[in-house]
């Protein structure tokens, strides 16, 4: 089974029960069902997509995205999903780099269509608008590849870039189906869920738990428009009665400083796309009762790996490795490291992607006998939980000492005030590198250099002491919630010594 024929199933079986929440609309399993097959008809007919092709979905969260997504695999075809946040120079780059010919986009961002085709001139354009009007497939029809193998491709989903050029992770049927069925087992997900989709759509967590998850089980999608302002969207979560929430640390945040009164319809939370500074976890769980579960995934991993168990969380770990996947610590020469040992975590499942798109050297760099090397660093428990203190190439030598940017970040985030932070490392000429830490206080917060200093003296050893601290109105994010780093690095580089920077 693969996952157009899985998604049929699960729509013929729950034909009149809500697929998707969107505003005051409920659009029922049989309707979904119904556009998804007249936009592969579209597809195969009127594009002529054949299967194997890459078709680039360029949309905000909408509905259209989801019979765009699944109309395409049900011609055999390969989705591309593409960050709407994008500028059209890195959308070329993408869409140059998986030979996407076909762009489903929507009115907004099909201004920049000129930009596209000036760089792609065969490159076509389909509006999700004009979705409305398309003809349904006759009864009984199927496209050439709907019976695509488990194992071909299905995605391409391109990483975030935060550490250079993208590159498409290619997820088969397989992948996406194995790391749903493992996510509906950890999340106990059951048909009277209703998931909440605050995140982008084209994040590889959207894709397999906001979407796929429960549309696969019969259950529902509630899809905000937009995260922002926090409290519209909550407004809308409470309105749905959305029982499972996924989102970011900053969301949770807002939701503990909201003016809300208990009990919320949730029965689950997760926090992913960045870490869960400790406070977040106690002060919501304090506050609400609700299991606020932090995990850990990439979209090499289609993408979850591990979470935190519901009736076991620990604070500050990432949890254990989901049902049918495995995770370990090994070092630089693949050996398996024992407990409490700082080296490369490290996953092996039917989760694991085929390899990188077009990149056999790169991908025989992340593959090593059947694992998969993330290049994140951390370790294991003697209870089998795990824990990330950094990426390697985060990680600072400071005289010759390794010094973890994560660990100082969970200190900064108890400091009062403190909403944002990052630490990266900066050059020194005398300990080799220092870290430099950065700082968005809270709303109508006043914070100063030498006490949070102190602050950090006082539970930090010496010389993980950041050098100083830059305080900014807000740190750079990516459109799934990660702090680009990158961009601080470029920053100082640009402005050269750090004494410049503020």
Not at 173 to 199: F, M, P, T
Not at 229 to 254: D, G, S, W
Not at 300 to 307: D, G, L, M, Q, R
Request: glycine share 8%.
């Amino acid at each position: 089974m693969n996952l157009p024929v899985a998604f049929t199933t699960s729509a013929e079986t729950h034909a009149h029960q809500t697929a998707v929440f969107w505003g005051p609309e409920e659009i029922p399993y049989h309707a979904l069902l119904r556009q998804t097959r007249a936009v592969a008809r579209a597809l195969t007919q009127e594009f002529g997509v054949q299967p194997g092709d890459r078709v680039g979905l360029w949309l905000k969260n909408r509905p259209e995205f989801i019979p765009a997504f699944l109309g395409t695999l049900t011609t055999g075809a390969v989705a591309v999903p593409i960050n709407n946040f994008l500028k059209p120079d890195e959308v070329n780059y993408i869409l140059g780099d998986a030979g996407v010919r076909l762009l489903i986009t929507e009115e907004e961002l099909a201004r920049h269509a000129p930009a596209l085709q000036a760089v792609h001139p065969d490159l076509r354009l389909w509006l999700a608008e004009q979705f409305a009007g398309l003809a349904p497939a006759p009864a009984g029809w199927e496209p050439p590849g709907f019976h695509r193998p488990t194992g071909e491709l299905a995605v391409l989903i391109y990483t975030s870039g935060t550490t250079g050029r993208p590159k498409g992770a290619m997820l088969s049927h397989g992948n996406l189906l194995h790391n749903v069925e493992s996510c509906r087992q950890v999340l106990q997900a059951v048909q009277a869920d209703r998931i909440a989709v605050l995140l982008p759509l084209f994040h590889s967590y959207m894709i397999t738990v906001g979407m796929l998850l429960p549309l696969l089980i019969g259950g529902s999608m509630v899809l905000v428009r937009s995260l922002h302002p926090p409290r519209n969207a909550l407004a809308e979560l409470l309105q749905r009665q959305a029982t499972v929430l996924p989102a970011i640390p900053p969301f949770y945040r807002a939701i503990i400083s909201a003016p809300l009164q208990p009990p919320l319809p949730m029965r689950l939370c997760i926090s992913g796309a960045a870490p869960l500074p400790v406070q977040i976890l106690k002060d919501f769980e304090a506050r609400f009762g609700i299991p606020l579960l932090e995990g850990y995934g990439l979209s090499e991993a289609s993408p979850v790996v591990t979470k935190n168990p519901i009736h076991k969380r620990k604070p500050g770990s990432i949890g254990i490795p989901i049902p049918n996947v495995e995770v370990s610590i090994q070092d630089d020469a693949g050996n398996l490291l024992p407990h409490h040992t700082v080296g490369e975590i490290c996953v092996r499942g039917g989760n694991v992607m085929l390899g990188y798109w077009n990149r056999p050297d790169e991908t025989a760099q992340v593959l090593r006998n059947g694992w998969l090397l993330t290049g994140d660093v951390g370790y294991q428990d003697s209870e089998g939980y795990f824990y990330i203190t950094d990426r390697k190439k985060d990680m600072i030598l400071v005289n010759g000492i390794n010094v973890y940017p994560r660990e100082i970040e969970e200190v900064l985030y108890q400091y009062p005030g403190v909403k944002e932070a990052a630490v990266i490392g900066v050059p020194d000429p005398r300990r080799g590198e220092q870290p430099l830490a950065f700082i968005a206080p809270a709303e109508g917060a006043t914070l100063a250099e030498r006490p949070i200093l102190q602050f950090l003296r006082e539970r930090l050893a010496d010389y993980k002491l950041p050098r100083r601290i830059v305080f900014m109105e807000t740190l750079p994010r990516n459109a799934t919630g990660k702090i680009l780093k990158t961009t601080l690095r470029q920053m100082v580089a640009t402005v050269g010594p750090v004494e410049e920077l503020g």
